[in-house]
């Protein structure tokens, strides 16, 4: 046994009891007597605090220095276990519990306050978080950028300044997008109830037609749609909505796209720290092009227009050009993750300047509505309402996830380079999915980016598939080419 | 914080742990997609290694050589932790990993073979497993009784000796009463089919109706019904067979009363070692008394009768009298899980004058199957038919289980105690029973059984709740009475 194959099997078990933790959160939001939830709290303490241990143990440290990787995927698995453990290492033990606990107490006072409508109940505790999390972010910054430090939890060799840079090229051309199409007369709604077995009985065949594998995975129902666990244990949940099929159909056809990705990389990286998505931005990458380019174009619409008349009967949509342009409906609204693609980004990027300026130490906690408020009018062109729909509506903040925002963002712009190249890739795209075939076009996705796991760093991944520098160009011509046709602009 | 608090602090952890192993098993045998299996076996196994690390840890023992607990349960806790440790240190390393992976094969060999009908394939793994059963037996008992130190493992405190006492007891009445009983003409059995919605629908009315706490479990269905977990999330699980409605039923009754007893555990006592069932003989006292001596017997079949005419309509059974015979059926037949309670206890003492003999090197597993025969057609009167009903219908010894069966009968005894002191206690039980209210019942044995968890050895708990020697005299008393009035003996 070499140094580098005791740090692998050691890894490996690591990695299992990283994926005993996932199954328990599944298990939370799932299945979990309710009365269970003080009890899960201390299992979950219990098996973090192993996994920490484990993470941050001399012994690795030991082992980086002696490991000797021979391969290109050898050498992956010695820099992501290496950074791992410096993340570890650097963050003081006492730090990271006064965090844990902070937001497991935060995450419930920030429902209560969304509940009541009251900001002020919540900033005390955001106070804490925030002073918290920019201290976390001092110690694994050591002199550095502190929100730089963060993004580095979720999107790897990634920085906020590459981040910005890429926003302030999409803003102006998606308000400007947006303003055009709110412009125009709306498209037809679904104005009738869809029963929710049906719903979850043709959400189980889009699962299936866009490769989900079942032996490897099941769908449940619960509140918030996700996906969870690597290797071959990889479950997603839905949910349904009596007048909004959608919501149910394009949250599993999501959902999926992050599932495939975690069933799609090489089976010989499973239980290693390649065994699984390499960063939250390319999972997104994957869960979006499966849920829009793919799942929201004219040719898959066609498909599902026919599927939905087959399991509901006439629905009083009159054919399937109709059916489209009601799928991509753009409307005014104040939630995040109910907006449509023209959207839906304006919304991050409020986020992402937010949370960078009350990192940086420019934006006060107590300053965070107002600030909220003056942006969402600016790009919105109307005001909040109401805290529930400002900036209560999310939970990120409340538990700590300073860094996460941009990266459903960067999901779509590297979605946007991954659609341009397949494109090319499959030229006879359309006609597949037109008839309800999505192998070539999920193939091409998992030859190209899925399989690799972690082994490249995510802007190398997209790189590679789509042979072009990850940037917003591809995702912008396909907003303004898609929504100026289907809004006659 | 004195070495008894930092002592209890860390068992709390490894209490945690244990209980997040016990849910992957409950996942495991109830949701986890087919193709899970290889990734979910090294997952247990890196759980099983985090648990013996923490059980053998060197700080333990410190610990417990400083600890100064003051009460009673903090004396009871060093002593549960000790006798853990001790087990834990006494087993090699290696030789409990060639157990773990020896038996994790002989499982898979003795589903092969019981489905072949053919022992001669299943008889090398079996020997491996027994000679490394003994090798650990040695190790456990330093020189004492083998098959002692492994009841110790199910039923602390407890020797073969003893057990052997009480069984040599029961067998002649046993067998004498098994006689009698079917010479007489048998009752009606049932013919109809039975709905299995509707089946788990009165099987969640039965569970609460014997106090089963749904806000802190669950029902769900798996191919052999179980009880898995302590404290605030106790599930259990059933299953449903056209034909046979009182499988489901009393099933479902059983796995209560298990659960029953994890729910009813002082909460102070939560992820600690006295925050479960003390012993397997307990337990099986507990999920026996409410399925037989409560759920069998007149007064409550009675209830049931009605329940499941209302919920199927008449089902060809013309009273209540019937209906309790109908349910008390005494049959022939080879497997111990479909076995009435006068044949339940000769299925046990076979097997473990069997084990016994095993492990005290008295029996050779070759010789194993025709030591079954001989047995079986002494107890019974009619030869065996076939291996998988014969030795090997059970998979208890091919994952080393040796050491487990008694305490099914145990529970038994222990059961035929309780119910003799509740009857006193409590002089109205039957007209509660007949109306479906078990709450006095449950709450004796609640109050007097199951609040101590592992406060108390197990027989000493059986004497404080009974107020006699723990012994075999009540309970057959209890079937004579029983089953001599059902049959006009």
């Given at each position: 046994?070499?140094?580098?194959?005791?740090l692998?099997?050691?890894q490996?078990?690591?990695?299992?009891?990283?994926?005993?933790?996932?199954?328990?959160g599944?298990?939370?939001?799932?299945?979990?007597?309710?009365?269970?939830?003080?009890?899960r709290?201390?299992?979950?303490?219990?098996?973090?605090?192993?996994?920490?241990?484990?993470?941050?143990?001399?012994?690795?440290?030991?082992?980086?220095?002696?490991?000797?990787?021979?391969?290109?995927?050898?050498?992956?698995q010695?820099?992501?276990?290496?950074?791992?453990?410096?993340?570890?290492?650097?963050?003081?033990?006492?730090?990271a519990?006064?965090?844990?606990?902070?937001?497991s107490?935060?995450?419930?006072?920030?429902?209560?306050?969304?509940?009541?409508?009251d900001?002020?109940?919540?900033?005390?505790?955001?106070?804490?978080?925030?002073?918290?999390?920019?201290e976390?972010?001092?110690?694994?910054?050591?002199?550095g950028?502190?929100?730089?430090?963060?993004?580095?939890?979720?999107?790897?060799?990634?920085?906020g300044?590459?981040?910005?840079?890429?926003?302030?090229?999409?803003?102006?051309?998606?308000?400007?997008?947006?303003a055009?199409?709110?412009?125009?007369?709306?498209?037809?709604?679904l104005?009738?109830?869809?029963?929710?077995?049906?719903?979850?009985?043709?959400?189980?065949?889009?699962?299936?037609?866009?490769?989900?594998d079942?032996?490897?995975?099941?769908?449940?129902?619960?509140?918030?749609?996700?996906?969870?666990?690597?290797?071959?244990?990889?479950?997603?949940?839905?949910?349904?909505?009596e007048t909004?099929?959608?919501?149910?159909?394009?949250?599993?056809?999501?959902?999926?796209?992050?599932?495939?990705?975690e069933?799609?990389?090489?089976?010989?990286?499973?239980?290693?720290?390649?065994?699984?998505?390499?960063?939250?931005?390319?999972?997104e990458?994957?869960s979006?092009?499966?849920?829009?380019?793919?799942?929201?174009s004219?040719?898959?619409t066609?498909?599902?227009?026919?599927?939905?008349?087959?399991?509901?009967g006439?629905?009083?949509?009159?054919d399937?050009?109709?059916?489209?342009?009601t799928?991509?409906?753009?409307?005014?609204?104040?939630?995040?993750?109910?907006?449509?693609?023209?959207?839906?980004?304006?919304?991050i990027?409020?986020?992402?300047?937010?949370?960078r300026?009350?990192?940086?130490?420019?934006?006060?906690?107590?300053?965070?509505e107002?600030?909220?408020?003056?942006?969402?009018?600016?790009?919105?062109?109307?005001?909040?309402?109401?805290?529930?729909?400002?900036?209560?509506?999310?939970?990120?903040?409340?538990?700590?996830?300073?860094?996460?925002?941009?990266?459903?963002?960067?999901?779509?712009?590297?979605?946007g380079?991954?659609?341009?190249?397949l494109?090319?890739?499959?030229?006879?795209?359309?006609?597949q999915?037109a008839?309800?075939?999505?192998?070539c076009?999920?193939?091409?996705?998992?030859?190209?980016?899925?399989?690799?796991?972690g082994?490249?760093?995510?802007?190398?991944?997209?790189?590679?598939a789509s042979?072009?520098?990850?940037?917003?160009?591809?995702?912008?011509?396909?907003?303004?080419?898609?929504?100026g046709?289907?809004?006659?602009?």
């Amino acid at each position: 046994m070499t140094a580098f194959d005791d740090l692998m099997a050691y890894q490996r078990e690591t990695s299992a009891l990283g994926q005993i933790a996932g199954r328990l959160g599944w298990d939370q939001e799932t299945v979990m007597p309710r009365g269970a939830a003080p009890q899960r709290a201390e299992e979950m303490a219990a098996i973090e605090s192993v996994l920490h241990a484990r993470r941050s143990d001399p012994k690795v440290a030991e082992w980086l220095d002696q490991a000797e990787p021979g391969c290109e995927a050898g050498q992956a698995q010695v820099r992501e276990i290496r950074r791992s453990y410096e993340r570890t290492i650097k963050v003081p033990a006492d730090l990271a519990k006064a965090i844990a606990r902070v937001t497991s107490t935060a995450q419930g006072k920030w429902a209560q306050a969304r509940a009541d409508e009251d900001v002020t109940a919540f900033l005390p505790v955001l106070e804490e978080v925030v002073a918290l999390k920019r201290e976390e972010g001092a110690a694994l910054a050591q002199g550095g950028n502190i929100y730089d430090a963060m993004v580095e939890d979720y999107e790897p060799y990634t920085t906020g300044s590459q981040i910005a840079a890429i926003f302030d090229e999409m803003r102006p051309r998606l308000v400007a997008l947006r303003a055009a199409v709110l412009d125009r007369p709306a498209p037809q709604a679904l104005e009738r109830a869809f029963n929710e077995t049906d719903q979850m009985r043709l959400s189980q065949k889009l699962a299936t037609t866009f490769g989900y594998d079942l032996t490897r995975g099941r769908v449940d129902k619960a509140v918030h749609p996700f996906s969870s666990g690597s290797g071959s244990d990889v479950r997603i949940t839905t949910r349904t909505n009596e007048t909004d099929p959608f919501n149910c159909f394009y949250s599993t056809i999501h959902e999926v796209g992050h599932a495939a990705y975690e069933q799609g990389i090489n089976p010989s990286f499973a239980l290693t720290p390649l065994g699984c998505g390499v960063s939250m931005g390319v999972h997104e990458s994957q869960s979006r092009i499966y849920e829009n380019q793919l799942g929201r174009s004219r040719a898959f619409t066609g498909w599902l227009y026919g599927q939905m008349i087959d399991v509901f009967g006439d629905f009083g949509i009159a054919d399937a050009d109709t059916f489209y342009a009601t799928v991509n409906r753009v409307h005014n609204g104040y939630i995040r993750t109910e907006a449509d693609e023209v959207q839906y980004n304006l919304h991050i990027m409020l986020r992402f300047d937010l949370e960078r300026a009350l990192m940086a130490g420019d934006l006060q906690v107590r300053d965070l509505e107002a600030a909220w408020n003056d942006r969402f009018k600016a790009d919105f062109g109307y005001a909040v309402d109401k805290p529930s729909n400002g900036c209560l509506q999310d939970v990120h903040w409340s538990v700590g996830l300073f860094g996460y925002f941009p990266t459903y963002s960067l999901g779509n712009v590297y979605a946007g380079c991954l659609y341009q190249a397949l494109r090319d890739a499959v030229p006879d795209l359309e006609k597949q999915l037109a008839a309800g075939d999505t192998s070539c076009a999920t193939g091409w996705l998992r030859e190209n980016v899925q399989q690799h796991g972690g082994l490249y760093a995510p802007r190398e991944i997209i790189r590679r598939a789509s042979g072009v520098e990850p940037g917003p160009e591809p995702l912008l011509a396909y907003l303004e080419r898609k929504f100026g046709a289907l809004y006659g602009l």
